[in-house]
């Protein structure tokens, strides 16, 4: 995308994950597969988060790249998991599996790769049994301040984002990451 094209997209896409982030029902993501970059973003919006065991690796892996961890994504993954945890994850650009991630509180639990869809669907049937209109009060107080803080300052951390994206050494990360990519399917 040219510039004009990747800042329209980059906008809508942090509001989508905010809107998810603030649903006023219950949310759950069953990862099956790798959830990396972008898809790991959307998974850490959710409320729940169920991942199959085994090969299932999640991870921001901007760094490496060359662009910083996007401003919303950074603070909502500080907010589910440790800062230590948080900044080892967006640092070093690693991959980690399912496991660990359960571990360290990224994921709700996990599952057989059989077993996820399910256990997600029930999760958020449980749940809506109960008054929609207590659980949408409680969630709300729960990401107040990040729906709060984001506002503030989302223009600026996402222009910083957007300059690193465009720089030329990115740009050719970027190319040789989707030709590898490509060529790995």
Known sequence: MDREGMTDFFFKFNQTVLN????????????KGHAIAGGAIL?????????????????LNEIKLGVPT??????????????????????????????????????SDIFEPEMVEKEAMEK????????????????????E???????????????????CWFDDAVQESLKEAAEKSFRAR
């Open 70 to 107: 996007p401003y919303l994504a950074d603070m909502i993954l500080r907010r589910t998991s440790s800062d230590h945890v948080a900044s080892d994850i967006m640092y070093l650009g690693e991959f980690i599996d399912s496991s660990y991630a359960w571990k360290a509180g990224i994921v």
């Open 145 to 163: 301040l990040l729906r709060k803080r984001y506002p503030e300052n989302h223009k600026k951390e996402n222009e910083a984002f957007l300059e």
């Open 43 to 59: 998974m850490l919006a959710c409320d729940y988060r169920m991942a199959a065991t085994g090969r299932t690796l999640i991870g």
């Open 20 to 31: 998810l982030l603030c649903l006023p029902i219950p949310t759950a993501c069953a990862i």
């Open 124 to 143: 958020v049937s449980r749940i809506t049994k109960f008054n929609l209109r207590a659980f949408a009060e409680s969630k709300a107080n729960r990401v």
